[in-house]
């Protein structure tokens, strides 16, 4: 069994950061690529950023140059850094992670329960 637990959302004024933390824990052979997405009410989970197991990123266009991901594979965390955050970045943020069990199992993708983000105007 895996879980993935993420912390670090809340409440912020707009111009604010926050800094989300997603620890995966449990039967864990490895990790591949780490990712943030979000969703709000009526619509699609969309992804936010993701992240390679040895760094590489991707954005998606409306948080480039605002919100940085990275992770930390000793811990199995990945982080994700929002700067300068608007009210449009107000939604429920939940991490993935591609996680392989046993050397001999494939990769399959993990979820966090998601942590609530605000961004008052």
């Known amino acids: 069994q895996v879980q993935l637990v993420e912390s670090g959302g809340g409440l912020v004024q707009a111009g604010g950061s926050l800094r989300l933390s997603c620890a995966a824990s449990g039967s864990i052979w490895s990790i591949g690529g780490m990712g943030w997405y979000r969703q709000t009410p009526g619509k699609q989970r969309e992804l936010v950023a993701d992240?390679?197991?040895?760094?590489?990123?991707n954005y998606a266009d409306s948080v480039k140059g605002r919100f940085t991901i990275s992770r930390d594979n000793a811990k199995n965390t990945v982080y994700l850094q929002m700067n300068s955050l608007k009210p449009e970045d107000t939604a429920v943020y939940y991490c993935?992670?591609?996680?392989?069990?046993?050397?001999?199992?494939?990769?399959?993708?993990?979820w966090g329960q998601g942590t609530q983000v605000t961004v008052s105007s």
């Open positions: 993935n992670a591609g996680v392989r069990i046993a050397w001999s199992s494939g990769t399959r993708p993990y």
């Open positions: 992240i390679t197991s040895d760094g590489r990123t």
